[in-house]
């Protein structure tokens, strides 16, 4: 098996690192069960994902203490995300309660993972979209701001942050971009909740990515990450592509984020997922080789942004850079 894709000990360009790679499990299945997970965990690993980003999208489909302990056993670390599927929706007062209840746990279980965040789209039942005038979206925000808080603040007492994301304009009506979550959440941002970025809405809503993500600041706490078509992060290879993504890494750079790189992308071979996700064909040769070209290409990103920013080196130093076993670092032993 591979290292997982790290650059260790080489500063960053502006003095953050090379992030570490993770990897949403519903790019190959949901829901995800324990045992799923604890296939998934070796074989992401293979890749060079040193995390996995686990979907709680029902309590108990699987059991957070199992997969604490596979995680550590297989030295990966862990990020939760939400789903607001149907039913769940801090806006609407007949979902309103049990979604928090929701959102609780899911930083529960966060807490039990070792995961700082939670992220997810924690406004509406994702999809539900409708026509707001300026009067109807303050009653919105207001309505969305109350219904948070209490779960911000129980986030904050365990260490955990709400990670909320923007959707775009066809999966939400309320939070499409970061000027808008940062107007929205504004008086609740701090230590229980704060931003979770996706290259696809970015995409799809910003002018510019970077200048969003710049924008967000010390509140972008998540970063999800994928191309434009849902499928491998740097899928064509074009010199625009590359353009794209290293102005991206050096938005991360200016705002200080030293998180993880997280691909979330989805498999069409489950009904309920490839329908939410709009998911009509396949997006890449295999699942498999969609994650496995998305490490790949983050990482050769992150070796060249490294090699760039570094004094002149040595044979022998650009020898230890271009494989990542010859670091002056503990090596991951095979699960």
């Known amino acids: 098996m591979n290292e997982p894709q790290e650059i260790a000990g080489v500063p960053g ?7 570490e790679l993770g990897v949403n499990t519903w790019v190959w299945a949901s829901p995800l069960t324990t045992q799923i997970l604890k296939d998934l965990a070796v074989r992401a690993w293979g890749f060079g994902f040193g995390l996995l980003e686990l979907p709680v999208e029902r309590a108990g489909d699987w059991d957070p203490d ?17 789903a607001m599927g149907p039913g769940r929706d801090l806006i609407d007062p007949r979902f309103r309660a049990n979604t928090q209840d929701y959102l609780r746990h899911c930083v529960d279980v966060a807490h039990t993972v070792g995961s700082p965040t939670v992220a ?5 039942a994702t999809g539900r979209v409708w026509r707001m005038d300026a009067a109807d979206r303050r009653v919105v925000i ?8 209490p779960v911000a603040d129980y986030a904050a ?5 709400l990670a909320v994301e923007p959707l775009n304009r066809y999966e939400t009506s309320i939070i499409n971009t970061v000027e808008q979550g940062l107007d929205a959440l504004g008086p609740l941002l701090g230590s229980g909740l704060g931003l979770a970025l996706d290259s696809y809405h970015l995409n799809i809503e910003e002018r510019s990515s970077a ?12 970063v999800q990450v994928c191309g ?10 074009t010199e625009g592509d590359r353009r794209f993504w290293s102005g991206f890494l050096d938005a991360l750079d200016d705002i200080g984020y030293g998180g993880p790189l997280t691909l979330e992308s989805f498999t069409a071979d489950n009904d ?13 040769i295999s699942q498999d080789e969609l994650a496995r070209a998305s490490a790949d290409f983050l990482t050769e990103m992150q070796r060249g942004r490294m090699r760039d920013a570094s004094p002149a080196e040595s044979p022998e130093d650009s020898a230890r850079t271009e494989n990542p076993a010859h670091i002056d670092s503990p090596a991951k032993e095979q699960p």
């Open 142 to 149: 207001d309505t969305l701001r109350e219904a948070l808080r």
């Open 13 to 19: 360009p502006t003095g953050v690192g090379p992030r």
């Open 157 to 161: 007492e365990r260490a955990v942050a």
């Open 272 to 284: 309920t997922i490839a329908v939410a996700a709009s998911i009509w064909r396949p997006l890449a």
């Open 66 to 82: 199992t997969a604490a302990e596979v995680l550590a056993d297989s030295g990966m670390g862990a990020r939760i995300v939400g």
């Open 211 to 222: 200048a969003a993500i710049r924008a967000a600041g010390d509140h972008c706490l998540v």
């Open 120 to 124: 997810g789209p924690f406004t509406a």
């Open 228 to 237: 434009n078509d849902r499928g491998p992060v740097g899928g064509d290879r």
